[in-house]
């Protein structure tokens, strides 16, 4: 079955189930955050107006520099939904008791790569002479995220080092011109510029042994989580049945490729690392007591805590699976 048939018939499907289910007042459009240089097959949806089949309502996107950006739009009413935002953003929201819930798993994919400046003589064998040097990060991100547990895990003084708060592609150019020694980043192009002038301090390889994994999810305000429950699951749907059909047909990359603004083989490369798990995976493994949300969560929810905003002692109320089961 080709990709377009199989996507109008598990489409149709949700459609079908979603106007079924829909409540008499629906809210009249839907808002959703997501990212540019970030190729999930949830774009093919959105290109051929499948959310809008199958909520009924007009969809909205809004792309984003960093998922911190993702949770000031939710708290202001500009947006409903934010598409893969950060675990680390999420949490840094929710330790700020913002009012917003995690309704699912986005993406899982490796963690976001430092990539130290060609010339600097650093490498993660001694990586303490970071200590007193510069270095690019978008703060409460999950670049920020993977910084941080690679610092702790090749036993670097985080105090020690200067950090210049930047969204990834300026962060890869502050690294061409010299400013930083370097810059942790995210976006497959912003990557792929950065890596031109250096090299990451830790390979996936390496990163993965050191405990350090990472997730985007899919969050919402409890306020249209609460009013509008049968569009939070229809969108849920669709993105599950988008996500099966690209695993099994792989022939609209190139719609993905437009849509998030990368070339076709920049797209294929940065999904080569991904991982879209579906509802039923993410339910009986990533959410399941000890699974791999419920360690990432703790450990995210520590690492970003404050005297301002500390961790809470149980996030089970702000995760809620219920549009995915």
Known sequence: MTLSKSIKIALGAASLAAASSMPAQAAEEVNVAFFLEWATPNLIAKAEKAYEDALGVP??????????????????????????????????????????????????????????????????????ELEGKTVAVP???MADYSFRMQMRALDVDLDAITIVDQVPADGAVSLAEGNVEMACLFGGDSIKKAKESGTALLSDAAANDAGIVSFDVVSVTEKFASEEPDIVRA???????????FAADQSKLSVISAESGMDEETTLNQMADMGFPTNEEQVSTFF?????????????????????????????AVVDTSFIE
């Open 59 to 128: 969809v909205n996107w809004t792309n984003f520099d960093a998922g911190t950006q993702m949770t000031e739009a939710m708290l202001s009413g500009d947006i409903d939904i934010s598409y893969s935002q950060g675990l680390a953003p999420f949490i840094l929201g929710v330790n700020s008791n913002a009012p917003i819930k995690m309704v699912g798993i986005a993406v899982t994919y490796p963690a976001n790569p430092c990539i130290v400046a060609n010339g600097a003589g650093i490498t993660a064998d001694n990586a303490s």
């Open 288 to 316: 399941a007591p000890g699974g791999l949300a419920e360690a990432a969560i703790g450990i995210v929810g520590n690492a970003f805590a404050s005297d301002d905003a500390p961790a809470l002692e149980d996030y089970s």
């Open 139 to 141: 703060l409460g991100t």
């Open 235 to 245: 969108f849920m749907a669709v993105t599950d049945e988008i996500n099966k059909a």
